[in-house]
């Protein structure tokens, strides 16, 4: 396939023309009506042509595709655990493979990733357009719009790889913090749907969207029936095994937060004057933490440890901390990892089942593995 054959249309435009165009959801909201059980109000946006067919997806409007794509890179593990769910090979290159955790696969029997195959687009000073004639993908499965806010290009650079290399398809979903996101953010399942229908393999997106509502149903027996009897939680990054400070997370619609809002959990600095790390790179101590005092601790930044792994080391640090340890969390021994920051259809069964045996002490499957690896191997 001749990778310079894609036409992006015109209608929409790119990267920050959508924004503020009639038709989308209320800037920063978070959502279009939407919610993550899987049910979507968005309506099918995958148009025959005669030369291919288009999908549209906000910033990046209607991209229309001659051929469905091979070669692909993503932004994150959101995106990439997306494509392998479609059955996808790996993506070519992820900002950074350290973050994108394909361990988790190891839950799933014949699915798996090879983590260190994967190049790493972003370095010190961002993604050097290089790399994108070096790989030379036929998908760009990101947000334009991240590289220009949080890298250093600009609306030219993006203009040259989509005509030189192929076409940006993608949205920045984990978080719902950043101001200059001010159009649609898509739920988990809204964004795999727009990526099925990218890569034409609908019918594995509608399987898992059915194992999703499934999996959302088993998790409302877990549930205390009063929310005050819901588990309180802080969210935190916490990058060092011995955490004297920590970066707070309160939980907002993105889906980095899709399985504690699926667990109903309670949100410890949301009456609090605590602010998201992501509005203006605060921190939070053991004097805050304490005055606080969460039920239960959730550290980010520690998902290459296994569970013995961080016991053995924050765990055992705030234990023996004269101030960590006066936390009751850490007396009841409630100190989790938190989970990754970016996570897709995949990734999230395996991580919101983690999560229901930290907060909810159940200990039993909520999902089945077998079948999540049927519908990856296209066996519907």
Sequence with gaps: MNRREYIVA??????????????????????????DSGTTTATATTEPTESGYSVTMEPVGE?????VPEGWVANNGSWADMGIALGLDAPEGVWLPSRYHTQLYDEIPGVSVDGSSIQKLWGDSGVGKEQFYEIDADIHVMDPNFLQSRGSWEQSDID???????????????STGYEWHDYTYYTLYEAFEKLSQAFQRTD?????????????????????????????????????????????????????????????VRDAF??????????DRSKVDFETLLDIDPEHLLLRGQENKTRSEFED???????????????????????????????GPITNLVLT????????????????RQRVADIVAGEL
Excluded at 13 to 35: F, I, R, W, Y
Excluded at 160 to 174: A, K, L, M, R, W
Excluded at 225 to 236: G, L, T
Excluded at 270 to 279: G, I, Y
């Design 10 to 35: 015109t209608g929409v435009g790119l990267a920050g023309a959508v924004a503020g165009c009639s038709g989308q959801s209320e800037a920063g909201s978070g959502g279009d009506g939407a919610t």
């Design 63 to 67: 991209v229309t595709f001659e051929a």
């Design 160 to 174: 040259e790889i989509e005509t030189q290399v192929g076409p940006f398809f993608g949205n920045s979903i984990f």
């Design 204 to 264: 594995r997106f509608e399987a898992f969207r059915t194992l999703h509502e499934e999996f959302q149903t088993s998790l409302e027996d877990i549930l205390p029936d009063s929310e005050s009897d819901r588990p309180e939680v802080a969210i935190m990054w916490a990058g060092s095994d011995e955490p004297t400070s920590f970066s707070p997370y309160l939980i907002e619609d993105g889906t980095s937060f899709k399985q504690w809002r699926d667990l109903g």
């Design 270 to 279: 949301a009456k609090t004057d605590v602010r998201d790390f992501h509005a």
């Design 313 to 343: 080391t924050v765990v055992s640090f705030l234990e023996s901390d004269s101030a960590g340890s006066e936390l009751t969390a850490v007396q009841n021994g409630d100190v989790y990892r938190g989970g990754p920051l970016y996570q």
């Design 353 to 368: 089942e983690r999560a229901a045996s930290q907060v909810h002490d159940v200990d039993r499957n909520l999902f089945d």
